[in-house]
């Protein structure tokens, strides 16, 4: 998941690429996560904070890499969201150590 430069907000489509994901499923996850909703303009267009990105990224977690369905994922993030956001984000502290103990056996070699 690349992130491009830090920004107020990102669209869809750098969302999409953050993510790996494409921007269909966004969109889908937009009607069936009932605590998701990136805001919009005028014409549609949506436009997402860091927070809304980080949001997808927990949601995308527990979908994709925990294997939830939307309506366990919906429940979670309704009744339990502290205990598995702060189990996320102890996984995420670690793949992070992971890539730096990585990059410098690499470096080392």
């Known amino acids: 998941m690349k992130e ?3 920004r107020l907000y990102y669209k869809m489509g750098d969302v999409a690429r953050i993510l790996g994901v ?4 966004i969109r ?3 009607k069936e996560i009932h605590s998701f909703r990136p805001k ?3 014409s549609g267009t949506r436009f ?6 980080d949001r997808l990224k927990y949601i995308y977690h527990l ?12 429940r979670i993030l ?10 996320y984000n102890a996984i995420r502290s670690l793949e992070k150590v ?12």
């Open 4 to 6: 491009p430069r830090e």
């Open 22 to 25: 494409n921007s269909s499923l």
């Open 28 to 30: 889908f996850w937009e």
């Open 40 to 42: 919009k303009n005028m």
């Open 48 to 53: 997402f904070t860091k927070e809304d990105i």
């Open 63 to 74: 979908a994709k890499t925990e294997g939830h369905t939307l309506e366990a994922v919906n």
């Open 78 to 87: 309704k009744h339990k969201e502290n205990q598995v956001q702060t189990k």
């Open 98 to 109: 992971k890539e730096l103990l990585v990059a410098l056996r690499n470096e080392i070699a």
